[in-house]
Structures are given as C-alpha cells and as structure tokens.
Nanobody, 131 residues
Framework: EHLAESGGGTVQAGGSLRLSCAHS????????MAWFRQSPGKRREGVSA???????TYGDSAKGRFTIYQDDDKNTLYLQMSSLKHEDTAMYLC??????????????????????????WGQGTQVTVSA
C-alpha cells in the first residue's frame, strides 16, 4: 500500500496551505485516515482524522483553522490549513488503517488521535511557517 503526501512548503504566518495525500485504490475504501505532524525533538501529534463515514476529529492545535476532507474520485485525502502560525512548522504525515478502525473510532469519540492506531504511513511533506 502506498501513501504519498504533497503540498508542503514555506508560507508566512497567517497564510494558507493545502496538503494532499494520494493513496492506492486498495488503501482507500474502508480505511480510516488521518494527518499527523512531527517536529524535531517533539512527539508525533495527531492533527486531524476522518472515519469511513466521514466523521472528523481535530487536535486542539487544528480546531477552527484546519479542515480534513477526501475526494473519493481522486483517492486523495486533503488537509486545508489556514491562519498558519510559526508553531505549525513540522513534517506532516498521512496515515491510514483498516482493521484497527474500531479502536480509532473509540479514540476519536474521546477526541484522541493516537499515532499507534495507524499501520500505514507516508513519507511526509515539510511545512515551514515563517514568523
């Protein structure tokens, strides 16, 4: 299975970016998807997740500023980011999981997005927000 992120880059604080995660057809139907981010020396942080029924969850840092959505025809997951801050600077990674979706749903109901719930990962795309 293959996940490929794109759309990262350097943007000024207050700007916007849209990240994309293209995935193979098999890795789409019936899979829970999510975006994570990681900065050097910091733990991987769950940014946003979307369930197979479209239910979304956002980490505290993303609420009100980021939107996760997917295009079924293009087999692509997106993360629209706006009002970017310097502290949003990180490597952003796309993740997917199939058999573990029930556990993911339980965590999403509690507002949690643990990285350990996901079995498939992309290589990441770097986002840098200049102050």
């Amino acid at each position: 299975e293959h996940l490929a992120e794109s759309g990262g880059g350097t943007v000024q604080a207050g700007g916007s970016l849209r990240l994309s995660c293209a995935h193979s057809g098999q890795l789409y139907s019936g899979y829970c998807m999510a975006w994570f981010r990681q900065s050097p020396g910091k733990r991987r942080e769950g940014v946003s997740a979307i369930d197979t029924d479209g239910t979304t969850t956002y980490g505290d840092s993303a609420k009100g500023r980021f939107t996760i959505y997917q295009d079924d025809d293009k087999n692509t997951l997106y993360l629209q980011m706006s009002s970017l801050k310097h502290e949003d600077t990180a490597m952003y990674l796309c993740a997917a999981e199939h058999f573990g979706c029930p556990a993911i749903r339980a965590n999403q109901a509690l507002g949690r997005i643990p990285s350990g719930d996901y079995g498939y990962w992309g290589q990441g795309t770097q986002v840098t927000v200049s102050a």
